[in-house]
């Protein structure tokens, strides 16, 4: 495939608001996680929040009448993403170049809005188990899926071909391989692409009900690790063709696989085939072999069936040496949002000669044969790929690199 820039990228999660903050952290190994103090939920576990959200309101201004249906904590999270590092004024300028008609809006997600709906049901009509009239005519607006990409549209003033891809922790990984077909077939010239998910109560209690979190902080790849952390985030790349590199060493994507292998609505398959199929599928696409690639982002979940699986699926693909973590214990699992969060972190990687280690695991499980680091590195990086695996099988890497 043809390159396609990110001319323009950003993120708010739990490490912070925007790139500078978002380095920062992850060059000072401060993480982002702490206990759980989300609302009322009583879990004894760790969260990546995002500070702020119950405080912002999506509306402001001459647009508060018209944006203050979209209300809600996803809402929120997207436009505090949206706000950071010029993102909007480089979404102007797109607009001003193609036409709002033809920059499209591929977002991912896996909850939306739902947090509403939960708040709706604990207060329903005790006698008829009604839903609060106020809250019908705004589902459309929060917990619908297409919600959020209506909302970034609705910001960004654009006009063009728009969608929210809903496929587990996949989600706004597999954004970025749609947008670059769509931009290949003609549909749009330049996609706003990325991810939001937030907190709410089904995920959080939806894996306490699986057993999958951990008591503290996750280690992925440690030899004790005990489950996953899951945090929240919000992520946004401007992709356009080749041609508006600018400069040299700019970020591009150079290519994405994509999977699903379908073995079980939660386990990954056990030989990886999956997650083998989406890192070949993307080294093909980009034409570049496995020793082309410098640093591997894991999935990295810290659950031992998927860390050990995605060993044996990258130890097949790239052997013992290409070096290779997850920066979950940093962010959380951001869910939906995790593969715009992990992209971001790739193109960190490419433009200030940074990688980073394992954070908060101290022996790497011996049965794991890929070269996890545990220390972050400065050294030169040219080629990053990216794994993002998600429920039911659904798969995807994307390969980021400088041109």
Same mark, same amino acid.
């Given at each position: 495939?043809?390159?396609?820039?990110?001319?323009? @990228?950003?993120?708010?999660?739990?490490?912070?608001?925007?790139?500078?903050?978002?380095?920062?952290?992850?060059?000072?190994?401060? =993480?982002?996680?702490?206990?759980?103090?989300?609302?009322?939920?009583?879990?004894?576990?760790?969260?990546?929040?995002?500070?702020?959200?119950?405080?912002?309101?999506?509306?402001?201004?001459?647009? $508060?009448?018209?944006?203050?249906?979209?209300?809600?904590?996803?809402? !929120?999270?997207?436009?505090?993403?949206?706000?950071?590092?010029?993102?909007?004024? *480089?979404?102007?300028?797109?607009?001003?170049?193609? /036409?709002?008609?033809?920059?499209?809006?591929?977002?991912?997600?896996?909850?939306?809005?739902?947090?509403?709906?939960?708040?709706?049901?604990?207060?329903?009509?005790?006698?008829?188990?009604?839903?609060? &009239?106020?809250?019908?005519?705004?589902?459309?607006?929060?917990?619908?899926?297409?919600?959020?990409?209506?909302?970034?549209?609705?910001?960004?003033?654009?006009?063009?071909?728009?969608?929210?891809?809903?496929?587990?922790? =996949?989600?706004?990984?597999? $954004?970025?391989?749609?947008?670059?077909?769509?931009?290949?077939?003609?549909?749009?010239?330049?996609?706003?692409?990325? /991810?939001?998910?937030?907190?709410?109560?089904?995920?959080?209690?939806?894996?306490?009900?699986?057993?999958?979190?951990?008591?503290?902080?996750?280690?992925?790849?440690?030899?004790?690790?005990?489950?996953?952390?899951?945090?929240?985030?919000?992520?946004?790349?401007?992709?356009?063709?080749? %041609? !508006?590199?600018?400069?040299?060493?700019?970020?591009?994507?150079?290519?994405?696989?994509?999977?699903?292998?379908? @073995?079980?609505?939660?386990?990954?398959?056990?030989?990886? *085939?999956?997650?083998?199929?989406?890192?070949?599928? &993307?080294?093909?696409?980009?034409?570049?072999?496995? #020793?082309?690639?410098? @640093?591997?982002?894991?999935?990295?979940? *810290?659950? !031992?069936?998927?860390?050990?699986? #995605?060993?044996?699926?990258?130890?097949?693909?790239?052997?013992?040496?290409?070096?290779?973590? =997850?920066?979950?214990?940093?962010?959380?699992?951001?869910?939906? *949002?995790?593969?715009?969060?992990?992209?971001?972190?790739?193109?960190?990687?490419?433009?200030?000669?940074?990688?980073? /280690?394992?954070?908060?695991?101290?022996?790497?499980?011996?049965?794991?044969?890929?070269?996890?680091?545990?220390?972050?590195?400065?050294?030169?990086?040219?080629?990053?790929?990216?794994?993002?695996?998600?429920?039911? %099988?659904?798969?995807?890497?994307?390969?980021?690199?400088?041109?």
């Amino acid at each position: 495939m043809a390159p396609l820039i990110l001319s323009h @990228y950003t993120v708010v999660s739990a490490l912070g608001k925007g790139l500078d903050e978002t380095y920062r952290a992850l060059r000072d190994r401060r =993480s982002g996680l702490r206990p759980c103090d989300f609302e009322d939920v009583a879990i004894n576990t760790c969260i990546g929040r995002v500070e702020g959200l119950e405080d912002v309101p999506v509306g402001s201004g001459s647009r $508060a009448k018209e944006l203050a249906p979209f209300d809600c904590r996803n809402n !929120r999270l997207a436009l505090l993403g949206l706000q950071q590092d010029r993102f909007m004024q *480089a979404a102007s300028e797109a607009r001003e170049r193609y /036409g709002a008609h033809r920059v499209a809006v591929i977002l991912g997600s896996s909850t939306s809005g739902i947090l509403e709906t939960e708040h709706a049901y604990r207060h329903r009509d005790p006698a008829t188990g009604a839903l609060p &009239a106020s809250y019908l005519p705004r589902y459309r607006y929060t917990h619908n899926m297409f919600s959020v990409a209506h909302f970034v549209r609705a910001n960004l003033d654009l006009k063009g071909p728009a969608m929210v891809i809903s496929t587990a922790c =996949s989600s706004s990984a597999k $954004a970025f391989a749609t947008a670059a077909r769509f931009i290949e077939a003609g549909f749009c010239d330049a996609a706003v692409v990325g /991810g939001v998910d937030s907190l709410c109560l089904t995920v959080l209690y939806g894996f306490a009900s699986l057993e999958l979190l951990s008591s503290g902080p996750c280690r992925p790849c440690d030899e004790d690790r005990d489950g996953l952390t899951l945090g929240e985030a919000a992520g946004f790349a401007l992709l356009e063709k080749s %041609g !508006r590199a600018g400069h040299p060493g700019a970020v591009a994507l150079l290519g994405y696989g994509e999977s699903c292998d379908g @073995y079980h609505m939660s386990h990954p398959h056990p030989e990886g *085939a999956g997650a083998i199929g989406a890192m070949q599928g &993307a080294l093909r696409r980009s034409g570049l072999t496995p #020793e082309d690639i410098d @640093y591997i982002n894991l999935h990295g979940t *810290a659950t !031992r069936a998927n860390d050990g699986i #995605e060993d044996k699926a990258v130890h097949s693909v790239f052997g013992p040496s290409t070096p290779c973590s =997850s920066t979950k214990g940093w962010t959380g699992h951001t869910l939906g *949002a995790a593969g715009i969060t992990e992209a971001v972190i790739a193109a960190l990687c490419l433009t200030r000669s940074f990688v980073p /280690g394992t954070l908060n695991t101290t022996r790497v499980d011996s049965s794991l044969r890929s070269h996890v680091l545990l220390d972050s590195q400065e050294q030169p990086v040219r080629r990053v790929l990216s794994n993002i695996f998600g429920f039911g %099988g659904n798969n995807c890497s994307l390969i980021l690199g400088t041109v």
